[in-house]
């Protein structure tokens, strides 16, 4: 079955320093994505970025960038300058497939990373 | 840019009451779902939709009916309410065009049952 697993309950970094976020994963697909989710202290899900199984280069998206490594299974999310908004819990998710065929596909959510941006 | 809007934000029911919460999108996607998300946990999948008239169970459905009688609408409803279901319930709705394309949340609905 698919599984993500996020070790890390809470993370704290100083401002405008780079921080990981830790995400293993485990699928017996070939064909998967990644994807991690945003959710600050209002509530909403905002996505940040994606990560295909096939994807040559590791996905960037501004100051969030995917270190992806397939062998070991893990998606880390790298935040880089962090500011005091990054303050959030971050979730990854895995896309799995379901029998309605197309593209369709449901998310498997990790647990999240709670993380605090210090001033 | 509304995207995903979901009513109500808040509610309060006592055990046995039935209510509907609605999802709305207005991004013409084909694909909706609807997820609860409990303390320390990430969401879970309720039910979803792959187009207008279809619907399918997700991981959670006990306790949930879904209707999707127009493209841009998805209903999540709960027959006979049970302090179990007291969560933050979140619509997504997301194109059909390419699996690398995200879920679009809506900004969820805060239900507690008494």
């Known amino acids: 079955a698919q599984k993500i697993t996020q070790t890390q309950p809470g993370m704290f970094v100083q401002e405008k320093e780079a921080v990981t976020l830790d995400c293993t994963y485990d699928t017996s697909d070939q064909s998967y994505g990644l994807f991690w989710y945003k959710q600050p202290s209002s509530g909403e899900m905002i996505f940040l970025i994606y990560q295909g199984s096939y994807d040559e280069q590791n996905a960037t998206e501004g100051r969030y960038s995917l270190n992806f490594q397939k062998a070991r299974k893990s998606a880390n999310l790298v935040i880089s300058a962090s500011q005091l908004g990054d303050s959030a819990m971050y979730f990854c998710a895995m896309r799995v497939h379901v029998r309605s065929g197309g593209s369709n596909y449901k998310l498997t959510f990790g647990k999240g990373t709670l993380l605090t941006v210090n001033p | 840019n509304a995207g995903v809007t979901q009513t109500p934000k808040f509610r309060v029911l006592k055990t046995g009451q039935s209510m509907t919460l609605l999802c709305a999108q207005d991004?013409?996607?084909?694909?909706m779902y609807w997820y609860r998300q409990d303390p320390g946990m990430g969401l879970r999948l309720i039910h979803y939709s792959v187009g207008e008239g279809t619907t399918a169970k997700g991981e959670v459905p006990d306790g949930y009916n879904v209707s999707r009688l127009k493209k841009q609408n998805f209903l999540l409803g709960l027959e006979s309410a049970a302090p179990s279901q007291t969560s933050v319930y979140f619509c997504?709705?997301?194109?059909?065009?390419?699996?690398?394309?995200?879920?679009?949340f809506g900004d969820g609905t805060r239900l507690s049952i008494l």
């Open positions: 997504a709705s997301r194109t059909r065009q390419g699996a690398s394309q995200p879920q679009h």
């Open positions: 991004m013409n996607h084909e694909y």
